[in-house]
């Protein structure tokens, strides 16, 4: 008797979907029909890579040679890329190179080929795939007693699988755009930013989402040149004489210049096994240590890779070396800083050598990424405010034409940025715009209003809350991510701090972090801690929590390997 089909559903097409219908593709399974929601009219490209994420001026901070492997490669792919695509981007086969960065837009076409690709090799291999575009997912409700979960789409029909796998990618809520003239929750789409704005504009934040909001701004009031000597100029508009953006940011600083890395997949090595990790947790009463893992996996790899670097940090504790990072770093000008990395950057991309302590913080923050959710509470407390920051701001990678842009435009006079500490305010008015409320490094307090505002701090970390699958919340088939306090006493005293953030439970106490609970599989658990064999979450905004960095298609690749393990071990069962 054939065994009858097993029906998964990946719901969003974007980027990490295609990674999860790749994995599925490549198990060769005819057995499988697997149903992708989309909703788009193209797969593959998500937001970040298409009209919602960017424009022409936007571009990757990945390069080719960094892209885990797909069915074709980049240059392949732009061997037989239309004619058309290519001039409008001005590029050809003979300019690219698998070590430069490429329009945003351009690389969404790639990922869309690469989907087209992979529902050839399905085809081959006798797997079925239905795809639904113009599909929103509105609700997800588990059926534990039919052994299925049923998927509701676009508010009215179902559709019932025995695996679903939520892929639904980035999410900019929107609170008071629309409703207050000039503010925007987000740079997304960046088209509405295309405006002119004869005045000075505020950025919240000074991430490459940032750079994304002052790439669009800064070409609808005016245009760069590239002068004889090479050198990028930045020439305002007759009618935006007054054109300006400030951006305000906790420590002052810009992101950190893409770079050459040794290894372009945020590998190494020396790195803790799964098994390290497992048995320090076992002998650690069940946490992991955030020192063990800053001492394993950053310091101790530069014994023998950069013996001079590590002489210096060996008996530093991670405040320590933390502090010492940021003060130079906040010591210099922003701007001057930007200027000395990009030359820096310059010259290690000429020479293919790494910075080699920045690669390894991206590292680390790569490999404590996964089994962040055995961070005790006061350890992940400390990630956040101590070690995110640097890590935030150096593996940014802003890239060399960004760069370049950037300090056009400040030595125009047109682009600023100020320090706004962690207490500072924003507060839109009715009229239009924001007031922005905060105290600079000389302890001047400050209430600057702005006609236009734009939040540019970064993909948020949804709380639990904020799931849009109602079912999944009021089934209690999900549950908030929790952390718990080794030391009750702190529970306590940060109980009393805001009981919004501390829950308690049986006498322990237990932080609230963004998102819902998941195991090492991506496995949603619900509030006994019981694993839902039948509901993936892959989507970042709502695992925020417990995989407080997701880098990327690197995060796409890693999430998706465990996912298909996790899915055929349980098959085998």
Known sequence: MLKTKVHIAILGGGPSGLFMFKRLVDTCNANLAITIFERKKQLGVGMPYSTEGANDEHITNVSGNEIPELVTSIADWIASAPKHLLDHYQ????????????????????????????????????????????????????????????????GENTQDFDTVIICTGHNWPKKYEGKIPGYFDSPYPPAKLHIKTNHQVAIKGSSLTA?????TLARGNGEFSIEKDGKRVYHL???????????????????????HLDDSHLENDS??????????????????????????????????????FYAHV??????????????????????????????????????????????????????????????????????????????????????????????????????????VGEDSEVKPEKTGGATYYYTDEVGEKHADHFKTFVDSVGQPHLPFEDLPYKSLVDNKTVSPALLKFRDAAKGKEALKKDERLVQTKGGDYYLTVPGVAINDNFQVLDEQGTVNDRIYMMAVPYIGGYNPDYSGLDFCEAASANIIDSLFKTEDA
Not at 109 to 134: C, K, M, P, W
Not at 211 to 215: E, L, M
Not at 296 to 301: A, W
């Open 91 to 154: 590029i050809t086969q003979e300019s690219y190179n698998d070590y430069k960065v490429l329009p945003r837009l351009l690389f969404g076409q790639y990922l869309s080929a690469q989907f087209d690709l992979l529902q050839q090799q399905a085809e081959t291999r006798g797997i079925e795939v239905n795809i639904h575009f113009e599909s929103s997912v509105t609700d997800i409700t588990d059926e534990p007693e039919k052994g299925n979960v049923s998927v509701e789409v676009n």
């Open 211 to 215: 750079v994304d909001a002052i790439r």
């Open 237 to 259: 508009a007759a009618d935006s004489p007054d054109f300006k953006i400030t951006l305000h940011s906790r420590n002052g600083l810009l992101p950190a210049v893409r770079f």
């Open 271 to 308: 790195l803790l096994t799964d098994e390290e990790i497992a048995e320090h947790i076992q002998s650690n009463n069940g946490f992991l240590s955030l020192d063990y893992i800053f001492e394993k996996d950053f310091k101790q790899i530069f014994k023998e890779k950069d013996p001079e």
């Open 314 to 419: 060996k008996d530093l504790s991670m405040e320590t070396f933390v502090a010492e990072m940021m003060e130079q770093r906040e010591r210099l000008d922003a701007f001057q800083l930007l200027k000395a990395e990009y030359m820096e950057a310059e010259r290690s991309i000429k020479r293919r050598e790494s910075i080699y302590w920045k690669e390894m913080l991206g590292v680390l923050s790569f490999a404590m990424n996964y089994p962040a959710k055995y961070l005790c509470a006061e350890d992940m407390q400390r990630l956040q405010k101590v070690l995110q920051p640097l890590i935030s701001v150096v593996i940014a990678y802003i890239p060399q034409s960004s760069c370049e842009e950037l300090l056009a435009m400040h030595d125009a006079g047109v682009l600023e940025i100020v320090s």
